[in-house]
Nanobody, 116 residues
Protein backbone atom coordinates (compact mmCIF):
# COMPACT_ATOMS: atom_id res chain seq x y z
CA UNK A 1 0.00 0.00 0.00
CA UNK A 2 1.33 3.41 -0.99
CA UNK A 3 1.71 5.77 1.95
CA UNK A 4 1.20 8.90 -0.14
CA UNK A 5 -1.28 9.04 -3.00
CA UNK A 6 -1.56 12.04 -5.30
CA UNK A 7 -4.63 12.95 -7.28
CA UNK A 8 -6.02 15.84 -9.27
CA UNK A 9 -3.69 15.95 -12.22
CA UNK A 10 -4.91 16.21 -15.75
CA UNK A 11 -4.86 18.13 -18.97
CA UNK A 12 -5.60 21.84 -18.78
CA UNK A 13 -5.07 24.89 -20.91
CA UNK A 14 -2.66 27.69 -20.17
CA UNK A 15 -4.16 30.08 -17.67
CA UNK A 16 -6.28 27.42 -16.01
CA UNK A 17 -6.10 26.30 -12.41
CA UNK A 18 -5.73 22.90 -10.80
CA UNK A 19 -5.71 21.70 -7.25
CA UNK A 20 -3.71 18.61 -6.48
CA UNK A 21 -4.32 16.49 -3.42
CA UNK A 22 -2.02 14.16 -1.55
CA UNK A 23 -3.67 11.75 0.83
CA UNK A 24 -1.35 10.40 3.47
CA UNK A 25 -1.93 6.92 4.83
CA UNK A 26 0.68 7.21 7.52
CA UNK A 27 0.80 9.01 10.82
CA UNK A 28 1.98 12.56 10.33
CA UNK A 29 3.85 14.15 13.22
CA UNK A 30 3.85 17.83 14.04
CA UNK A 31 7.46 18.33 13.06
CA UNK A 32 7.02 16.58 9.72
CA UNK A 33 6.87 18.57 6.54
CA UNK A 34 4.70 17.61 3.63
CA UNK A 35 5.34 19.12 0.28
CA UNK A 36 5.23 19.02 -3.44
CA UNK A 37 7.89 18.46 -6.06
CA UNK A 38 7.66 18.10 -9.79
CA UNK A 39 9.75 16.55 -12.50
CA UNK A 40 9.54 17.16 -16.21
CA UNK A 41 11.03 14.71 -18.71
CA UNK A 42 14.79 15.05 -18.85
CA UNK A 43 14.80 17.48 -15.94
CA UNK A 44 15.72 17.22 -12.30
CA UNK A 45 13.05 16.92 -9.69
CA UNK A 46 12.42 20.37 -8.26
CA UNK A 47 10.96 21.57 -5.02
CA UNK A 48 7.74 23.55 -5.16
CA UNK A 49 6.23 24.02 -1.73
CA UNK A 50 6.05 22.49 1.72
CA UNK A 51 4.08 22.90 4.90
CA UNK A 52 5.16 22.01 8.40
CA UNK A 53 2.44 19.75 9.66
CA UNK A 54 2.04 21.02 13.19
CA UNK A 55 2.59 24.74 12.82
CA UNK A 56 1.28 25.29 9.32
CA UNK A 57 4.37 27.25 8.36
CA UNK A 58 4.80 27.16 4.62
CA UNK A 59 7.78 27.33 2.33
CA UNK A 60 7.75 28.03 -1.39
CA UNK A 61 10.21 27.97 -4.18
CA UNK A 62 10.63 31.52 -5.39
CA UNK A 63 9.33 30.76 -8.85
CA UNK A 64 5.92 29.62 -7.59
CA UNK A 65 5.27 32.29 -4.97
CA UNK A 66 2.02 34.08 -5.65
CA UNK A 67 0.85 31.43 -8.06
CA UNK A 68 0.86 28.17 -6.10
CA UNK A 69 -0.57 27.71 -2.63
CA UNK A 70 0.01 24.77 -0.34
CA UNK A 71 -2.44 23.89 2.39
CA UNK A 72 -3.25 20.99 4.65
CA UNK A 73 -6.32 19.42 6.14
CA UNK A 74 -5.28 17.79 9.36
CA UNK A 75 -8.58 15.94 9.76
CA UNK A 76 -8.36 14.40 6.30
CA UNK A 77 -4.58 13.99 6.60
CA UNK A 78 -4.30 15.53 3.16
CA UNK A 79 -2.11 18.22 1.68
CA UNK A 80 -3.15 20.28 -1.33
CA UNK A 81 -1.42 22.31 -3.95
CA UNK A 82 -3.55 24.95 -5.60
CA UNK A 83 -1.99 26.01 -8.87
CA UNK A 84 -3.21 29.10 -10.68
CA UNK A 85 -2.30 30.66 -14.00
CA UNK A 86 -0.78 27.46 -15.25
CA UNK A 87 1.77 27.64 -18.01
CA UNK A 88 2.99 25.02 -20.48
CA UNK A 89 6.28 24.91 -18.60
CA UNK A 90 4.37 23.65 -15.57
CA UNK A 91 3.86 20.38 -17.41
CA UNK A 92 5.42 17.68 -15.26
CA UNK A 93 4.74 14.80 -12.96
CA UNK A 94 3.89 16.22 -9.57
CA UNK A 95 5.02 14.27 -6.53
CA UNK A 96 3.98 14.46 -2.93
CA UNK A 97 6.67 14.16 -0.29
CA UNK A 98 6.65 13.65 3.44
CA UNK A 99 9.86 14.63 5.17
CA UNK A 100 10.09 13.05 8.58
CA UNK A 101 12.73 12.54 11.21
CA UNK A 102 13.15 9.00 9.95
CA UNK A 103 13.31 9.71 6.25
CA UNK A 104 11.40 10.75 3.18
CA UNK A 105 8.30 9.23 1.68
CA UNK A 106 7.18 9.76 -1.90
CA UNK A 107 3.97 9.30 -3.78
CA UNK A 108 3.76 7.79 -7.23
CA UNK A 109 3.05 11.13 -8.87
CA UNK A 110 0.24 12.67 -10.85
CA UNK A 111 0.64 14.03 -14.35
CA UNK A 112 -0.14 17.67 -15.05
CA UNK A 113 -0.16 18.71 -18.68
CA UNK A 114 -0.72 22.32 -19.66
CA UNK A 115 -1.44 23.01 -23.30
CA UNK A 116 -0.75 26.27 -25.07
Amino acid sequence: QAQLVESGGGLVQAGDSLTLACASYRHTSGSDAMGWFRQAPGKAREFLAAVRWGSGITWYADFVKGRFTISRDMVKNTVYLQMNSLKPEDTAVYYCNAATLLGNYWGQGTQVTVSS
